[in-house]
T-cell receptor, first 111, second 113 residues
């Protein structure tokens, strides 16, 4: 079955550094979304990128999508301690409604 | 406007008891999703509602799990004869249509003793 898998599983950086997380998936998609989760509770939507888009920006976030490689990356620039969270990618199989979430990257930003 | 709400926020129950988890989606959102997240794991899809019909129940892990939705509003996830492996955070999400951004509730943390 389709699955988004994030890499690395865990990442620890110093405040001010950039953080890059990657997501791979298996089947063709309509959209790919990135979410943040603090303290193991509700997820907050960060950015959606459609299959015909290659790059998208939102504030300090930059997302790229390479459909030929079935992969996406999330870059957080100038990280802050408040960025400490788990980050998940979610993909929908083309023609369906169902989003499949990866296992997440746990980011820790040290002050 | 109000976001997705879930109740209770925490539930501790004894093995073998039934539990009901509630989700109130954002008004006007026709699609509603339930997920399960075990500690340190990703989200596991359980069920999807479009309106009050559930075209996909494929994620429900066993026949002890069931869900209902009243119209395009509240949904209830019921777990019968709970087992310790049911312990997890149960998350609900809604959106206007199925390919839109999903908005998540804060989740219900279920602990089965």
């Amino acid at each position: 079955s389709q699955q988004g898998e994030e890499d690395p599983q865990a990442l620890s950086i110093q405040e001010g550094e950039n953080a890059t997380m990657n997501c791979s998936y298996k089947t063709s998609i309509n959209n790919l979304q990135w979410y943040r989760q603090n303290s193991g509770r509700g997820l907050v939507h960060l950015i959606l990128i459609r299959s015909n888009e290659r790059e998208k920006h939102s504030g300090r976030l930059r997302v790229t999508l390479d459909t030929s490689k079935k992969s996406s990356s999330l870059l957080i620039t100038a990280s802050r301690a408040a960025d400490t969270a788990s980050y998940f990618c979610a993909t929908d199989a083309a023609g369906t409604y169902k989003y499949i979430f990866g296992t997440g990257t746990r980011l820790k930003v040290l002050a | 406007g109000a976001g997705v709400s879930q109740s209770p926020s925490n539930k501790v129950t004894e093995k073998g008891k039934d539990v009901e988890l509630r989700c109130d989606p954002i008004s006007g959102h026709t699609a509603l999703y339930w997920y399960r997240q075990r500690l340190g794991q990703g989200l596991e899809f359980l069920i999807y509602f479009q309106g009050n019909s559930a075209p996909d129940k494929s994620g429900l892990p066993s026949d002890r799990f069931s869900a209902e939705r009243t119209g395009e509003s509240v949904s209830t996830l019921t777990i019968q004869r709970t087992q310790q492996e049911d312990s997890a955070v149960y998350l609900c999400a809604s959106n206007r249509y199925s390919t839109d951004t999903q908005y998540f509730g804060p989740g219900t943390r279920l602990t089965v003793l």
